[in-house]
């Protein structure tokens, strides 16, 4: 299972990586969530300009099998919302680089410091 060391991530298995402004953020759904799920083929998100508490839905992905509800890593507004997920399978194939699915402005970047460590996360998993 791939868990990248420059993200922090949920136990809803959510990812976070922090940018260099330090203040906005890139979400999307581990590589054990997009396994987890299957075959992706439609990803919903709430509009840009939309303010998610932490823990909050912001969207939804459905796969042939289940939807599930994304929730927000910490608490801030919905800046970007990735325009390739036009081709939702693009979450199965590179959950971590092209098939982000939000960017968001954070309300407080030292939340990002609760969430979940590389090391924490694979435990969560059981890797």
Do not use: C
């Amino acid at each position: 299972m791939n868990i990248p060391d420059n993200l922090r991530y949920t136990k809803d298995h959510e990812w976070l990586q922090l940018l260099d402004d330090g203040v906005t953020a890139v979400v999307g759904i581990t590589d054990f969530a997009q396994s987890e799920l299957g075959d992706i083929v439609f990803v919903e998100t709430k509009p840009v300009g939309t303010k998610v508490a932490a823990h909050g839905a912001f969207g939804t992905v459905e796969a042939v099998k289940t939807v599930a509800d994304l929730f927000a890593p910490v608490a801030g507004e919905i800046v970007e919302v990735n325009g390739a997920l036009d081709d939702a399978a693009i979450v199965n194939s590179d959950p971590y680089n092209e098939g982000w699915i939000v960017k968001m402005k954070l309300d407080n970047a030292a939340e990002v410091e609760s969430l979940l460590s590389p090391a924490d996360y694979s435990a969560l998993i059981g890797e």
